[in-house]
């Protein structure tokens, strides 16, 4: 009856910082909560026997302090007044909470020891650090906290400690390092142990080089590594390993790897000349727990073909386009040196395509075997690809050399669309390739040239990525990398960490640092947690102000405009001032909801002067159009404030949409399905979804795209193939065809609002996501005059159920619908089918 227990929206997590930590759980079955006990062990917190339908709480128990580790479950009462049985239980633990826990030291190669110097270590092998440690009695519990700049693979016996790769995370490293903590008690033994860091700069310290391609250079920190092994002993008596002075530093097999350019591994190369490791003066304060999943494997590739250039270059294929890396398995003598060139496409001659515009050039790995059968990925940088060029290939090597392993942060994919119209379907796909090639540990634009944290995607595009995963930890954890960005005047840098400051709009525009405003607030609509709002309020309300004290008469002037669009018409100004219109809006719905009630009115304020000040500079107030500014997506600004209301307008940019004439950039594009889909026209939209002409969906999917490209015409005009800006219109399958939405004034899906569209000649929809209530589906179908809805509502959940009206005169309904008015119906949790017919 009580499943899917969660701690701060994870599951059994270790090592959390959190003291007061969120618990949460799901039901199974229809039964309707009227109360719940909750018991954290051993003694922490008993909530005692709770009326009310929370499945949501936060620990209010004794103080939590480092390494505390609790297990929890819980029991609910249903709508008759039974209790359950207790829950199986679910355990967190708690990390290293102050900077005085740590006793370990971080620690470097000594020749990759020179602080400030943004080329230490430069034509230098790889560090490799080790330290050994005899245990002489049994071991309870290991756990091993450990950190490294710029991106570390620690093993235990030669072991990797996890299957979590490129760690840590981005962050702004002179801030925050988050660590990780595992357990790795079963990778003990008595006697001799070996704990090894292997280090590799990562973003942390791009350094710069004329041979291969870099978005740019500069150093965090050069590689460096710290670790702390905590043992309790089956005694009951606590023992500590940790890095220090009496570590060894080796140069490894990996002679290079920078960020953007490329990987160099010699696997003849065997770890020699041990030398002590050189102790870097470094604070603890900087460490963090991680707190969200990690980036991992999640997918394996095999290549589906080695294809041959025109000059006899083997290219491998693996059949869509990824992130991640490119896995060589072989059994060739040692010796032979093998360069590997990743791209998304392939020129006339079948070699893989590199330019700026596209992934950057030159970019690739190189690899010299070793004797026999052998195996190698790049592990400290990751490429975009579809195709990999292997230079210097003998030619019975076949395709099974090359498999692409997918990398990605690991959030729980949560989301299904499928429809009768293969197009539609392919276009669904695409676009979640691309989220998938984009979500690393923050939310990047393109996964080659960039590798950025460009963050207008973050919230323009929420809902596209939270119908598809679950994204509730992940989105916390972006919130605090955003927030670190901020500035002392409260501008919000349009990406985040601000690894480089770009001039002018590319650094300050309020499409971009919005999201420090409505990320949390979609936080709180979709899974019901206001903990972000309250966490980060104050630099939400600073950054409001700082759009403020830019504002020239409630108009903002400065900005990139409806980025990427087809009309340059579209005024920046305009563009801009919407932004802060949102941003100010969203503000002020926070607040009332945290009963800051002063700054809610202060708030809601502003945003009717922005309004207002947005109606005199744009509009014309007789035509009720805009003046001096009639594209397509000045219009669909307008029409989202409810600065524009007439009918006409919607009908023209209907009958354009339509007709395929859809000229928006990637700031106006969700506002389109959002005010078309709020209009009820629905066919409008089905139609262009539906195109194959440019610019369309449908033109890359007719053009190859196996992930959603940088452009409408990104197959064939080149640029990146591995962007999801453009991919507002999932949002519009899962709310507009599937139906899926929530009711006004709901919150975490508490009451769903299922209202599917039935556009043009579509004829079956099936969608499902996984809200914090549960799985909600929704499936329909028509065919000859009949029309059949099935619905499935979580536990926890009730959904109004609104039918298409169409024109059948005869319908059916379940025994426990409540009519709430001409086709609309209140259901409870359960599966529910209704019908129509002639």
Not at 132 to 143: G, I, K, M, N
Not at 642 to 662: H, K, N
Request: aromatic share 10%; charged share 20%.
């Amino acid at each position: 009856m009580v499943t899917n227990l969660r701690t701060c929206d994870l599951i059994d997590p270790l090592g959390i910082e959190i003291t007061r930590p969120t618990l949460s759980w799901q039901l199974t079955g229809t039964t309707a909560q009227t109360g719940y006990h909750v018991r954290v062990e051993p003694g922490l917190w008993d909530t005692g026997e709770v009326s009310g339908p929370e499945q949501r709480v936060v620990y209010g128990g004794r103080p939590l302090s480092s390494r505390t580790a609790a297990s929890w479950r819980v029991r609910i009462r249903d709508a008759d007044g039974r209790w359950s049985g207790w829950s199986p239980p679910a355990r967190f633990e708690l990390g290293l909470l102050s900077p005085d826990d740590w006793t370990a030291s971080w620690i470097t190669h000594p020749d990759w020891h020179d602080e400030g110097n943004p080329r230490a270590g430069e034509g230098r092998p790889l560090p490799l650090l080790k330290g050994e440690f005899v245990l002489a009695q049994p071991v309870a519990r290991a756990r091993l906290h450990v950190a490294g700049l710029g991106v570390y693979v620690a093993t235990v016996n030669g072991a990797p400690v996890s299957d979590a790769v490129l760690e840590p995370p981005y962050t702004d490293f002179a801030r925050r390092v988050v660590y990780a903590t595992h357990d790795v008690t079963e990778l003990l033994r008595e006697g001799r142990n070996a704990l090894g860091v292997e280090l590799g700069p990562g973003i942390a310290h791009v350094f710069p080089h004329q041979d291969r391609y870099m978005k740019f250079f500069g150093s965090k920190a050069a590689p460096r590594a710290i670790a702390q092994l905590e043992l309790d002993y089956a005694d009951g008596s606590f023992g500590r390993f940790v890095t220090g002075r009496d570590w060894r530093a080796a140069e490894g097999p990996t002679v290079r790897s920078h960020w953007y350019g490329g990987e160099d591994h010699d696997a003849r190369r065997t770890a020699s000349g041990w030398r002590p490791a050189t102790v870097v003066p470094g604070t603890k304060d900087v460490l963090r727990s991680r707190a969200c999943p990690p980036i991992r494997v999640t997918e394996r590739l095999p290549a589906t073909a080695r294809l041959a250039a025109t000059d006899g270059t083997p290219v491998f294929d693996v059949g869509t386009v990824v992130a991640g890396w490119a896995e060589l398995s072989l059994d060739l003598p040692a010796g032979r040196h093998l360069r590997l060139v990743p791209g998304d496409q392939l020129d006339d001659y079948g070699r893989v395509i590199q330019s700026k515009p596209t992934t950057g050039a030159p970019i690739f790995n190189t690899y010299v075997t070793k004797d026999g059968p052998q195996t190698w990925h790049p592990s400290f940088r990751y490429d975009g690809f579809r195709y990999v060029e292997v230079q210097g290939l003998p030619e019975h090597v076949g395709p099974e050399a090359v498999t692409a392993l997918v990398l990605r942060a690991d959030n729980t994919p949560t989301g299904t669309f499928e429809t009768s119209d293969a197009l539609v379907n392919d276009i669904h796909t695409i676009i979640d390739r691309a989220v998938r090639g984009n979500m690393y540990s923050v939310l990047t634009d393109c996964p080659h040239r960039e590798k950025l944290g460009w963050l207008e995607q973050t919230h323009l595009l929420f809902d596209v990525v939270a119908y598809n995963y679950d994204v509730a930890a992940y989105y916390r954890e972006l919130l605090v990398t955003i927030a670190e960005a901020q500035t002392g005047d409260g501008l919000v840098p349009d990406i985040a960490p601000e690894f480089l400051v770009f001039d002018a709009p590319f650094r300050d525009d309020p499409n971009w640092g919005g999201a420090i405003v409505r990320i949390p607030w979609q936080l709180y609509r979709w899974y019901g947690d206001p903990s972000a709002m309250e966490t980060h309020y104050d630099a939400m309300r600073r950054y409001v102000d700082y759009l403020t004290s830019k504002a020239e008469d409630g108009i903002l002037g400065h900005g990139l405009g409806d980025w990427i669009g087809l009309d340059d018409s579209t005024p920046v100004p305009l563009v801009s001032t919407w932004g802060y219109w949102r941003a100010a809006g969203t503000m002020a719905r926070a607040a009332g909801v945290l009963g800051r009630d002063d700054d809610a009115r202060r708030y809601r304020a502003l945003s009717e002067q922005i309004t207002a000040a947005f109606a005199r500079a744009f509009s014309g107030t007789l035509t009720g159009t805009l003046s001096g500014a009639r594209s397509q997506a000045s219009e669909i600004l307008a029409l989202d404030m409810g600065v524009i209301t007439d009918e006409r307008v919607l009908d023209r940019i209907s009958e354009a949409v339509a007709g395929g004439g859809i000229t928006v950039g990637e700031i106006a594009l969700p506002a389109l399905f959002r005010v078309l889909g709020r209009a009820g026209r629905h066919d409008a939209l089905w139609a262009f979804a539906t195109s194959t002409s440019h610019p369309s969906y449908g033109y890359q999917v007719r053009h190859g795209a196996t992930a959603l490209t940088e452009a409408w015409d990104g197959p064939t005009r080149g640029l990146s193939q591995n962007h999801y800006m453009l991919g507002a219109v999932d949002a519009w399958f899962y709310r507009g065809l599937g139906g899926i939405g929530q009711a006004p004034g709901s919150n975490g899906f508490r009451r769903l609002l299922i209202e599917p569209a039935v556009p043009g000649d579509l004829e079956s929809v099936r969608a499902s996501t996984v809200t914090p209530y549960g799985g909600v589906e929704v499936s329909w179908t028509r065919a000859d005059g009949e029309y059949t809805l099935d619905v499935a509502v979580p536990p926890g959940s009730s959904a109004e159920v609104r039918l298409p009206d169409l024109g059948l005169a005869r319908h059916a309904v379940p025994d426990a619908a409540v009519k709430l008015g001409a086709h609309a119906y209140e259901v409870p949790a359960g599966r529910w089918t209704f019908g129509a017919r002639r």
